[in-house]
Structures are given as C-alpha cells and as structure tokens.
C-alpha cells in the first residue's frame, strides 16, 4: 500500500487550504506539490505555507498539464463555475481529483465531467463533508443497520444563520447566479440534498417540485432612511442585524471573505479595515442594495421515491442560528436530531406486555457541531473526507461517507430538476 499521496493545488483558496492541511497535520500520508492559481498573491502565499518549489507553481491549467504528470492528485478548489472548465484538462492527463461541491453548475457540464472520468477511469471525490460527520455516519449507520425498518419519510433542514447569509448569499460570492453561476439551493444546499439521498440510497428519487423567493433583500425592502454603506452613511450603524460593522469588523468570522481584497497587505489593522469597509470593499455596503438576480433566500422541495417514500428539505436564509435538522421515520422506528448539537433521539416502537409506546435512546457524540469548532471544519468533517480520500487512492474499498463523482450525480441532477420546478412552477421527473 502506498503511504505518500502527492497532490496539487487547482484553485489555491480557502478549501483548497483547508483540505492542504492535512498534509501539515500528517506529512507522512501527504505532501502538495504544486500549485494552480492565476493570482499571484494567493499562489505565493499558499507555495510559502506548503513549501512548493517555484517551478511547479502555475497561472494557468493549461500551463500545468503541459508538464508530464508529476502528482498522484489535484484537489480543485475553484469557484463553482470553474470546476468542469479546470478539471476535464486534469483528469485526461491521469490524475486522480477532489473536487469541490457543487461540482457542475448545469446538467450539461455535469455530463460532460462524467463521461471524461469515466473515460479515463479517474478517482474522483467530490467534497460532501457532512457525510463525514460523525452526527451523520452515526444516523446513516442505524440505516444501513436496518435500526428504522423500511424509511417511510425523511425531513431536513437547513437554517442559514442572518451572517452567513449576508456575508455570502447578499454581499458574497455567491449572492446571484449572474456572479457564480449556482443558485442558493446549488450552491449552499447540495450537502443536504445529497445527505437526503444517501440516507435514502435503497431506493431512487422519481419526482420533485419546489417552490422559493427571496423575502428578504433587495433595494425595494430596504428600510427607509437607510444609507449606502454601513459606516459610512448610515443611522443604523449600530443597531442593524447587518451591519458591516458588526458583523465584520467587531468578529473575525467572515474575515475570509471580507479581506480578500486586501489580501496583497498581510496583518491588517482595525483601521485599515475600517477605511476599507467604508471606501470600497463590497461587504461595506448596505445588504439591502445588492442586486441578487432573483437568488432565492428560502427555498422547500419535495421528492416522491420509486419505493413510495417521500421526502422533504427546507432551506431557510436569515435565522437568529445556523441548525442543521433530519428526522427520518421508518416501519420500525425514527430518528430526530440537529447537526448542530451533535444530538439524536432514535425511538424504536415497543410492544412488550402490558406496555405499547416507544423506547427512546439519546446519541449525545459529545462533538462540537460547530461549523469552525474544535473538531475542525463542518464538525471535523473537512479532515475526514481528506483522509477518506488519501486511503481510497491508496487502494482502500471507498467508506460509507465517500461521495464519488457517479454518487454525487444523483444529488446534483436532483438539484437541477428541484431548480426546474421552481422555475416552471410544476412537478419534474427525476
Ligand atoms: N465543501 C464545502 O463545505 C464548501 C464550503 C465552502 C465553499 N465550498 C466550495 O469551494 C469552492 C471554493 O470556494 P473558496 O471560498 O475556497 O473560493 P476562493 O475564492 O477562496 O478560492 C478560489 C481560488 O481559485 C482561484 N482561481 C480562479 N480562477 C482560476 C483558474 N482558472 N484556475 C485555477 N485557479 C483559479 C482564485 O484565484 C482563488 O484563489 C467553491 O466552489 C465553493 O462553493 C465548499
């Protein structure tokens, strides 16, 4: 068995950093050896911090698989709409990828992707760390294990909390499809359609319909007396959910994305961040003047099932706290609980004597849910799928977690046709 994976970095931002460093952590099961990245400042910051010679880091993909394959794999960290685009080059030159989600933002790229792993019989991983968690490897095991009985119906949902939501669905990255091409239930919610799937993996989705708006932002819902930018020009300055102040300069929670255009000077004063916020920085201005391209905030879809089953997931943008919730009813028992709290009840029907009713069991995995906790990234789940991916290219069976490319299409053609129904307002086969 082979110890040492060698990958390169396509796309040297935050969750190709993220996913790099495992090889801080465990330099003996993978070193980075090189970098794709057109931004210089990013190229040079990650090739300091993994220590990759200059003459294997490079602007362009078409650049790097001009020199012989040097690297068992690529992990491809690009924005949503840069994934096929980069990926096609690298897979055909034999490398093996982890591939961030949402993988393809449209059917037609999605085949695209497929046909060519499939022709040059790649590995490929695509980034659903939530399977990863323990909250979710534990519930999917009492399924696997036949705990529930036959799922009759399965609920989750998804609760953005009001900061997130703001720092990357309004002010953000992927605040309207125009900017990265993936719509809200895309680009944040193919995790928790996949996690629906693959509890629900026994059988196949056959029909969706979905419905969303946006309810909240945009200029027409802006409160009157507002100003342009939060420090700037406004009254609400200091009492505004949204204010930039707030949310950006009082915490460091989103730093990664609200510094990255100041990125060039490393160590930022309070100051600095402040000018910036009320000059130019995008996440300086008021949330309620983006235009988001009829981005949704909310959105609720309903799958039916080729067994008869039925499912249900709801996300909602804008809540007082981000939550993550599943209950999942079978012939035999149910199971309910919340990511966030790390936290199940599984209840299993009793029939014994005299007694009818249920017997409950509480799963309390004592792991912070948090999604930057101590546990790491989405509840350690960001590690673990590194490390899932360095045993499946070193010739391991892939786990129960592991979400390949083939497995990831069924979550993202399901995504695609819950985008259809909302769009023509009717139900959409699968
Ligand atoms: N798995 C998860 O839970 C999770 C969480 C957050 C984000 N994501 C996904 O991860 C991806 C990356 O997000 P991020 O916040 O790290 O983005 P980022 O902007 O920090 O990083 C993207 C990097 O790609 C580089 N880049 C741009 N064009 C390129 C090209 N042609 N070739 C190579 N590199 C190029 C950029 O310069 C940048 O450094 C997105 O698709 C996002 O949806 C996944």
């Known amino acids: 068995m082979k110890k040492m994976i060698t990958v390169v970095l396509v796309g040297a931002g935050n969750r190709a950093d993220v ?90 790229e999605m085949e695209r992707l497929v046909e060519v792993a499939r022709k040059y019989k790649n590995k490929v991983v695509i980034g659903h760390v939530l399977r990863y ?64 799937l693959w509890m629900m993996k026994e059988t196949q989705p056959t029909q969706v319909v979905s419905f969303g708006s946006d309810f909240q932002f945009g200029p027409e819902r802006k409160p009157q007396g507002a100003g342009t930018r939060c420090m700037q020009d406004c009254p609400f300055v200091d009492e505004c959910i949204y204010s930039a102040k707030s949310n950006y300069l009082a915490q460091p929670r989103w730093g990664q994305y609200v510094w990255k255009c100041l990125e060039k000077n490393r160590n930022l004063t309070q100051e600095e961040k402040a000018e910036s916020l009320r000059t130019n920085n995008r996440y300086g201005k008021c949330v309620w003047d983006f235009n988001r391209d009829g981005n949704v905030d909310h959105q609720a879809v309903m799958f039916n099932f080729a067994n008869g089953a039925t499912g249900t997931f709801s996300m909602i943008g804008g809540c007082a706290k981000p939550e993550r919730n599943i209950h999942i009813v079978g012939t035999l028992g149910e199971i309910k609980g919340t990511f966030d709290d790390s936290r199940y009840i599984l209840r299993k029907m009793e029939p014994n004597g005299s007694y009818i009713g249920c017997l409950e069991t509480v799963y309390d995995l004592n792991v912070s849910g948090d999604m930057i906790g101590a546990a790491g990234g989405h509840g350690g789940g960001d590690q673990k799928l590194v490390y899932d991916f360095l045993d499946y290219l070193s010739g391991y069976e892939p786990s129960v977690s592991c979400a390949t490319l083939e497995d990831s299409v069924i979550s993202h053609r399901a995504v695609f046709k819950a985008m259809e129904s909302k769009y023509n307002n009717t139900i959409i086969k699968i």
Not at 134 to 139: L, N, P, T, W
Not at 162 to 187: D, N, Q, T
Request: proline share 5%.
């Open 133 to 196: 968690t323990d909250f979710y490897r534990a519930i999917k095991q009492h399924v696997l294990n036949g705990d529930l009985g036959k799922i009759i119906s399965i609920e989750t949902c998804e609760h953005v909390s009001y900061h997130h939501m703001a720092a990357s669905y309004v002010r953000g990255k992927w605040s309207s499809e125009k900017i990265c091409f993936a719509p809200m239930l895309l680009a944040k919610s193919c995790h928790d359609v996949d996690i629906l």
């Open 19 to 108: 996913y790099a460093s495992v090889s801080l952590q465990s330099p003996e099961k993978m070193k980075v050896v090189g970098i794709v990245d057109p931004d210089p400042i990013r190229r040079e910051l990650m090739r300091e911090r993994y220590n990759v010679p200059v003459e294997n880091c490079f602007e362009d993909v078409s650049e790097f698989v001009k020199r012989e394959k040097f690297a068992d794999a690529v992990i491809n960290g690009t924005m949503d709409h840069l994934h096929v685009p980069t990926s096609i080059p690298v897979l055909e030159k034999g490398y093996d990828l982890l591939l961030e989600k949402p993988f393809a933002v449209n059917e037609a």
